[in-house]
Structure formats: C-alpha cells, structure tokens
C-alpha cells in the first residue's frame, strides 16, 4: 500500500503486463467537494477594476506614446500576465493558510 492509500496489484485488465493501481478510498472526502467558496462582491470589483487598468495601459501605449497595435497588445497581455500570476500566487498562499 503506497502512503496515498493506493494499493498495486500485479496483473492486467488491458492485456499488458505490469503493476496496476487501485485507489481504497475517494481522494477527497465528501465534506471537502461539497465545499465551494463564493465569490464576494469586493474581489469582483477588484477584477473589473484590474482589467479596466489592463485595457487603459493598452489604450495609452496605443494612443498616447504612439507605440503601435502589436506593441501594446504584447505590452498589455504582459501586463495581465503578470498580474494572474500574482493573483494565483496569492491565492494558493491563502488557500493553504487555512
């Protein structure tokens, strides 16, 4: 038995030869999936405001500094990029907090 809870099993029920795992119990007790967070009202502003300010960065490289359509797309998806890795990061850090 593997510390996941799994056992393997010599034999096969697709005709190769191997090990086989076979898991005793759910991955995740039925308290944990039933378990879904709501999103709440201040983190839904907190994305329109982040993608307003994406969209805006993207408007002033295009109209303002005059750096051309590619150039601030690529500098604006950058910049979304960034920010998702932080937001995720951030999440994953509080997720684990609990």
């Known amino acids: ?28 007790p039925e308290n944990d999936r039933a378990r879904q967070q709501e999103v709440s009202t201040a983190v839904m502003v907190g994305y329109a405001t982040a993608a307003t300010a994406i969209f805006g960065w993207f408007l002033f490289g295009l ?9 601030s797309v690529g500098e604006s998806a950058g910049a979304a990029f960034g920010l998702l890795l932080a937001v995720s990061v951030i999440g994953t850090l509080r997720r684990n907090g609990d």
């Open 1 to 28: 038995m593997t510390p996941s809870g799994a056992t393997l099993e010599t034999g096969s029920t697709t005709g190769r030869e191997g090990l086989e795992m076979t898991v005793d119990h759910d991955v995740l």
């Open 63 to 71: 109209l303002v500094q005059r750096q051309g359509f590619v150039d």
